[in-house]
């Protein structure tokens, strides 16, 4: 029985319903993440897509909590707009993990 309150992991299969285009567009509606990214809609739907496979894949593998604290600490950056901060965090997981 799933432990109240607690979060589900994303499956594979889910990342394109839940990572639609629209809603890449509303993460990055403020100006300053789209000059901090300069880079067009597809490419970065394509990259956040393969992140979220990813992280998708490798937390079924996984026994420690390494990833899931670094898709949180993601996570909590992009909410406070601390772009700078997740941009940091987006280059630390590219180097970790090949598919990203």
């Known amino acids: 029985m799933p432990v109240k309150g607690a979060e589900r992991v994303i499956r594979a299969a889910e990342v394109p319903n839940v990572f639609t285009d629209e809603r890449i567009r509303q993460l990055i509606a403020d100006e300053q993440i789209r000059d901090l990214l300069a880079v067009d ?3 970065l739907a394509d990259g956040i ?3 979220a496979r990813s992280y998708a894949d490798e937390s ?3 026994t420690s909590n390494e990833l899931h604290k670094e898709i949180k600490a993601l996570r909590s950056a992009a909410l406070k707009r601390k772009y700078e ?3 940091i ?3 630390k997981c590219q180097q970790k993990h090949a598919t990203c």
């Open 41 to 43: 809609l597809g490419s």
């Open 49 to 51: 897509r393969s992140v």
């Open 60 to 62: 079924k593998a996984q």
């Open 85 to 87: 901060q997740a941009a």
């Open 89 to 91: 965090l987006v280059g």
